[in-house]
């Protein structure tokens, strides 16, 4: 019995693809990076100084790390979407 992608019971977030793929073709990858990307950053990088503020190190720790996870997976679904080339603009 052969195992298909289709038939996986997990969520395929199809709308996000879709998204990026629309933001990538009418912006640029480089747009995408710095506004999509970096506003996302910018949101856990004043999470992780909220908390570094009140003194909670280990969950600054958590959202570091969950941070990276986010950033550098929509960093690569970004450069799947385009091709992995950037198109000057």
């Known amino acids: 019995m052969k195992f298909y992608m289709d038939e996986a019971l997990g969520p395929r977030f199809v709308v ?3 998204l990026i793929k629309w ?3 009418n912006f640029g990858l ?3 990076m710095c506004a999509v990307v970096g506003s ?3 949101i856990f990088a004043y999470a992780i100084y909220i908390n570094m503020q009140k003194g909670e190190k280990d ?6 790390m969950l941070a990276v996870i986010v950033s550098g997976g929509l960093v690569g679904l970004g450069i799947d979407m385009s091709n992995g080339y950037m198109p000057l603009r």
């Open 59 to 64: 969950r600054a720790m958590l959202v570091l």
């Open 30 to 32: 480089l747009s995408y």
């Open 16 to 18: 996000f693809h879709y």
């Open 23 to 25: 933001y990538i073709d």
């Open 40 to 42: 996302i950053t910018a």
